[in-house]
Each structure stands twice: as C-alpha cells, then as structure tokens.
C-alpha cells in the first residue's frame, strides 16, 4: 500500500500505521523519524537539518523535502509505505505532489482519521510516556496501565503525563491543527484521492481501510 495518514493529535494515527505494516509489510513512514535518522547517520542531508534543529528553528520544507526524496527510494519503501502525519501543510502536500509524481510513485488513497473532539481529550489526558529517553513506551491508564506504582513495565522508570498532553495543551494543539492541518482534507478531497475513516476502534479502522485498498 501507498497511503498518507491525516487526523489531529490523538486520533490513533501512529497506532493505525503501525498494524498496517503488519498487515502488508509497508514501512510506517514519520517526518520526525527521517530526520532523527538522517541526523545519526551524519549524512549530508542529516547535517544540514542538524544545524537548525540545534538551533532550535524548524527544518525548511525544501530540506525536509529532499530528506523524504531520499527515504521514499530506500529498498525497504519498495514494498509501500504510510506516511504518518506527513505533509502537515498545503505547500507541503503540493511539494510532496511533485515529488511523487517524479519518483513515479501513486498513491492508493489519503485516509483522513476522524474522532469526536470528547474521544481525543479522553485519550491523550489518560496517556503516560516512560520518563527513559530510552525507552519511552506509552500507556494509557485507562486500558493499557503501567505498574501499579506508575513504574514503566519493560524498564522499571517511572511513567509522566507529557506536558502536551494537559487538557489545556491538547485544547491548543488542536486548535493548531484545525488552523493549519485540517485543510489538507480539502486540498485531497479536490483531487479525489481524500476517504474518511472513523477511529474509534483500531480493529475496525483498520478493516475499513483493508477493505477500501482491495477495492
């Protein structure tokens, strides 16, 4: 499969990405991921987007873009991939249109995650992320609670309600989203390659996009 992923914080994009690669053996494909990478291999991409993130600036578009040119042609994307929250922007969406279509690459469809404003708060505000930079396995106190002291399950390191992750920074973040994110659904939806999918249930989410890639 040849898919992108949209939906707002919360929403169960990095969940759903990670069952598709199971599903079909495509790679599960973040912005965030390919820089770390390029950093730590030292590259000359890598080192570019290093002299900004040690700034503390975002990353240009047109670097991001040739990092995504050059992880899009690995071996392993042979096999598809899902882009995870990428492109965030409509100038994003429109450079990643031109990148694909040079790499000779189409897409299956742009599944846009939708959730009820009430579902999203109630995950994120429940939401603990192991303090070990090293591990940093998330649970959810709800339904996938860590040891009963708050300690991590695999490495024994406490577990912390990230400061994002407040109801009042969620508001905020959502808000963000809705501003500069949401209108991608629209931009896709014109070239017809936009299909919603209600998640609510990771299970059924992912039937409903199985059953829309064999059709």
């Known amino acids: ?17 990670k069952l598709l690669t199971e599903f079909d053996g495509s790679v599960q494909i973040s912005t965030g991921d390919i820089l770390r990478s390029a950093v730590k291999e030292g590259n000359a991409l890598g080192k570019k987007a290093k002299e900004y993130m040690d700034r503390g600036d ?10 995504m ?13 899902i882009l995870d929250g990428f492109p965030r922007t409509i100038p994003q969406a429109e450079e990643l249109a031109k990148l694909l279509a040079r ?29 070990n930079l090293s591990c940093q396995a998330i649970y959810n106190i709800k339904n996938n609670p860590p040891k009963e002291d708050g300690a991590c399950r695999l490495c024994n390191h406490q577990t912390i309600q990230r400061d994002d992750e407040t109801e009042e920074a969620i508001t905020n973040r959502l808000e963000t ?10 931009f896709y939806e014109k070239v017809g ?4 999918f209600l998640s609510l249930s990771a299970k059924d989410t992912i039937a409903e996009i199985k059953k829309a890639l064999k059709a």
Request: glycine residues 8%; hydrophobic residues 40%.
């Open 177 to 186: 989203y809705n501003l500069k994110t949401a209108p991608l659904s629209g």
């Open 193 to 196: 390659l936009l299909k919603t």
């Open 69 to 81: 040119e050059a992880r899009l042609q690995e071996p392993d994307c042979q096999n598809g991939f």
């Open 58 to 67: 975002l990353v240009p578009d047109s670097l991001i873009m040739d990092i």
């Open 1 to 17: 499969m040849k898919i992108i992923l949209l939906g707002a914080p919360g929403v169960g994009k990095g969940t759903i990405a």
């Open 103 to 131: 790499l000779k690459i189409k897409l299956d469809f742009v599944a846009n995650l939708d959730a009820p404003r009430e579902v999203i708060l109630d995950r994120l505000t429940t939401r603990r992320t192991c303090c």
